[in-house]
């Protein structure tokens, strides 16, 4: 689920200093930004089977 970048929307998170540390050191580990960190982590929870239930469910995507 990567939009082209005209269809990107920005969405503000809030997490607590050790979650926000954590993510910081994952992302210098793995030489990319924070940005694609959390963006993965979205994709995954997007394509999880709970979550593609609820989707389904009740009809959310387009």
Do not use: C, W
């Amino acid at each position: 689920m990567s939009p082209r970048k005209a269809d990107q929307k920005e969405i503000r998170v809030t997490v607590s200093q050790e979650v926000y540390s954590l993510l910081k050191r994952i992302a210098g580990v793995k030489e990319t930004s924070m940005n694609k960190v959390v963006g993965t982590a979205i994709d995954r929870f997007l394509e999880d089977d709970d979550t593609r239930e609820l989707i389904q469910h009740y009809n959310l995507e387009d």
